[in-house]
């Protein structure tokens, strides 16, 4: 039997978005489990949303998805797919921004980990001025966001 096609979708979803629900959907038309893989080792440590309510929100989303994981880590990320034995990184590309970030990131990874391959999925037009942080000002500005979200947040 083919081995089974393990990516992880490692970011920081800070929250996790519609953006991001797109990517994880449209990757598993390729790969037979994602894990979705919230880190919080990056300069980003001081999250706005708490991430257990994070982890319980995305869960929830991807109910009916049992090829859908949530986990969450503290390592690098080259090393988290290392022990979790995860040969594929899922990523999202939404501009030349996201394009300059992730290239580095990449190579270093690769580099990290040499069985690691990432893999981009190209945003889809609707959703790709949806950013975690822009979500963030807006509400802690009482703002609603519910629009940017798969799920409601209270
Ligand atoms: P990080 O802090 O690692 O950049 P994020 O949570 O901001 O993590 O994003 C995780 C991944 O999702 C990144 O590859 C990012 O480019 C991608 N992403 C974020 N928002 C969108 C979106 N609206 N459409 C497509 N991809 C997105």
């Known amino acids: ?5 393990v990516a992880l979708f ?9 953006g991001h629900e797109d990517i994880v959907l449209r990757g598993l038309q390729i790969f037979d489990e994602i894990v979705i893989s919230i880190g919080y080792n990056s300069q ?3 999250r706005y949303f ?24 503290a390592e690098l990320t080259a090393e988290y797919a290392k022990r979790f034995n995860a040969r594929y990184l899922l990523r999202g590309l939404r501009n030349t ?46 703002g609603d966001v519910s629009d940017f979200l798969p799920y409601k947040l209270s």
């Open 1 to 5: 039997m083919a081995e089974k096609k």
């Open 10 to 18: 490692p970011g920081s979803f800070d929250p996790f978005t519609k």
């Open 44 to 46: 980003k440590s001081n």
């Open 50 to 73: 708490p991430i257990d309510l994070m982890v319980e929100k995305i869960r929830g989303t991807f109910q009916n998805y049992p090829g859908i994981k949530v986990q969450t880590y």
């Open 97 to 142: 921004t996201d394009f300059e970030y992730e290239n580095s990131i990449s190579q270093i990874n690769r580099k990290l980990n040499h069985q690691l391959e990432s893999v981009f999925l190209i945003t889809t037009p609707q959703f790709a001025w949806i950013n975690s942080s822009i979500i963030r000002e807006v509400h802690k500005y009482g």
